[in-house]
């Protein structure tokens, strides 16, 4: 039944129905022995009708505080007892009479599984005479609601996953050599190299978020008893194009297969030495710093003495998640 939570743990089997000679042994109708109005019925007879009466019982509906029984209601039955107890193995105890097929128990417990059984019953010249117990139906009552009517604002809590912060292969952030292929001896253009920035606003590059990294940055390495870095534009470029590129493929790996020092490349930047470290979820320069720092691999390379300079890279989605890079070299 549509939103009942209702278990049937015995089947049931009814012997014999009212109307009609169900009694084999007797010419006497079961109505007439059953009919409070008769008179001089006997009683063993009674008995032996009664018997053929066990009721079918079975749980239609729930609320978190209430259970309503259906039962089979046959001609000739003046009630039915209804008993309940919390499982099918439980102590039954009486709970209450009903005279028609209907019978609702109030005032239970939300969230909770009770188990009921019944048995029919007449009155046979002034004697209540009582059927077998029907089958025991088990129902639970549903949980109960949230009585809060106060409409609140929600928002969704940020993720709890740990940021990446992409460290290639084994964890541990690339300071791979780049390539030393030959420059072309052609003579270079003079138009300033594209930065390849997305066809999207501004500001999704946030200077002022890298220049807080830096400070931090420099904070941790005068600790370490290093000189500072200083930021260079050179590597800013490049930087921000990965930036980028991580939002599309998280990883030293560039979306195009290439490793991630061909970005220097193609920005014209020859260093004999250049390090990477990438991050992304982190949305505020301290968190960002701070998960760096607690990475063996990427606090290698922000401790590293042989760096001296640095591009910060600063790419923030549109749902506001930021992507972060840091190229270092020497």
Not at 110 to 119: E, G, I, M, P, R
Not at 173 to 188: A, D, F, R
Not at 314 to 325: E, R
């Amino acid at each position: 039944m549509k939103g009942i939570i209702v278990t049937s743990l015995l089947s049931l089997q009814i012997a014999g129905l009212f109307g009609g000679n169900a009694n084999t042994n007797s010419n006497i109708n079961i109505n007439e022995l059953l009919n409070k109005n008769a008179k001089n019925i006997n009683i063993e007879l009674a008995k032996d009708a009664i018997s053929k009466c066990t009721p079918s019982l079975e749980a239609v509906k729930s609320t978190d505080s209430s259970i309503q029984l259906d039962i089979n209601k046959e001609e000739g039955v003046d009630g039915y007892s209804i008993y309940r107890a919390s499982s099918k193995d439980g102590v039954f105890e009486y709970v209450g009479d009903t005279k028609s097929g209907d019978f609702t128990d109030k005032n239970l417990e939300s969230d909770s599984s009770y188990c009921y059984t019944a048995k029919a019953y007449a009155i046979v010249n002034g004697k209540k005479v009582i059927s077998p117990i029907s089958n025991k139906e088990v129902a639970v009552t549903k949980p109960e609601k949230n009585t809060n009517t106060d409409k609140k604002e929600t928002t969704t809590p940020p993720k709890t996953e740990t940021p990446k912060t992409e460290t290639p292969k084994t964890e541990t952030p690339k300071t791979e050599t780049p390539k030393t292929e030959t420059p072309k001896t052609e003579t270079p253009k003079t138009e300033v190299p594209k930065t390849e920035t997305p066809n999207e606003s501004s500001n999704q590059y946030d200077s002022s978020f890298a220049s807080q990294v830096l400070k931090l940055v420099n904070a941790e390495r005068v600790k370490g008893g290093l000189h500072e870095l200083t930021m260079s534009s050179a590597l800013t470029a490049p930087a921000n194009k990965r930036a980028q590129e991580i939002k599309t493929q998280f990883s030293h790996t560039r979306p195009n297969g290439t490793q991630w020092s061909t970005v220097l490349n193609e920005y014209g930047i020859s260093v004999r030495t250049a390090g990477e470290n990438l991050a992304y979820g982190y949305n505020t320069p301290e968190a960002v710093v701070e998960g760096w720092m607690n990475s063996p691999g990427h606090r290698a390379n922000i401790m590293n003495s042989n760096f001296n300079q640095i591009g910060i890279g600063v790419y923030k989605d549109s749902n506001g998640t930021v992507y972060c890079t840091q190229l270092f070299s020497n």
